[in-house]
């Protein structure tokens, strides 16, 4: 009775009569393709799998290489990007501070048109609005110290803007042209007609003005001699005439002012 130690002998050396034969067979194969002068497939398929290796290898390499270094140089990075922040925000500063500059530079060049119309003028500028506009009234940065007075005269350098009606110590406030509260004597430019400016809360009517006056649209405006304004300050254009009525002695218009009152930021006051 032969044993199962004897069959398992057997096994073993099959085995190893097998993996004899199969690496004489690979052997001849190579020797074979080697004479032909091609590459075996063998040899290719080992050459491949020894490449992936090695880029696998480099890969791995390069990844640990390149997280150790980030690793050294966080430090260093976290500060470059702190000081490009403070750099960043400092810039747009600036850039605000520039935009703020160049969008004065309108009013700031009005106001000296203006001044050279009327030298010895106090430039001024608006700080204030009446927020409910129950009147339209501004205020101004200059006031008694400044030696500004009630009923001054506030302009820029495209007209008349209004008349100062109240005066603290540092700043004033201003009566514009179109509050109802206003009146100023005017001159119709050509002819010389004489008028009275009244305020319609948005525009300006102008009253009393002779019938032999003859309006026209387009007519200039100006202002006549009185305790705020010289003569010929501009008041505006007349944008609309009433119809003339029957057997009455004056006739009316209404004026476009001259300035754009929901722009103002610098005036100019004329100060006594």
């Known amino acids: 009775m032969v044993s199962i130690s004897t069959y398992r002998d057997e096994r073993r050396l099959f ?74 925000a400092r810039l747009r500063d600036e850039n605000g501070l520039l935009n703020e500059a160049l969008a004065r530079v309108p009013a700031e060049r009005d106001v000296a048109l203006a001044a050279l119309k009327h030298p010895g003028g106090v430039p001024a500028t608006v700080i204030g609005y009446d927020p409910e506009a129950t009147q339209h009234v501004i205020t101004i940065d200059r006031g008694s110290k400044d030696k500004i007075a009630r009923d001054d005269g506030v302009v820029t350098a495209d007209g008349v803007v209004g008349r100062v009606i109240e005066v603290a110590p540092f700043s004033s406030k201003v009566l514009l042209i179109v509050d109802a509260a206003s009146k100023l004597p005017a001159v119709i430019q050509r002819g010389r007609w004489w008028s009275i400016a009244v305020g319609t809360q948005t525009r300006v009517k102008l009253q009393y003005v002779s019938q032999d006056a003859k309006l026209r649209v387009g007519d200039v405006v100006v202002t006549g001699e009185g305790r705020s304004f010289h003569a010929g300050t501009p008041i505006g254009r007349i944008s609309q005439i009433a119809p003339p009525n029957a057997g009455a002695l004056y006739e009316t218009a209404i004026v476009e002012p001259a300035v754009e009152f929901g722009a103002l930021s610098r005036v100019l006051v004329l100060a006594k």
């Open 15 to 88: 085995a190893v009569i097998g993996i004899v034969i199969a690496a004489a067979l690979l052997a001849l194969l190579q020797i074979d393709f080697a004479r032909q002068g091609r590459t075996s497939p063998i040899t290719a398929t080992v050459t491949a799998i020894s490449t992936y290796a090695q880029l696998a290898v480099a890969l791995v390499t390069g990844g640990l290489r390149s997280g150790v270094s980030t690793a050294v140089n966080l430090p260093q990075l976290a500060r470059d990007n702190a000081a490009l922040r403070s750099q960043n």
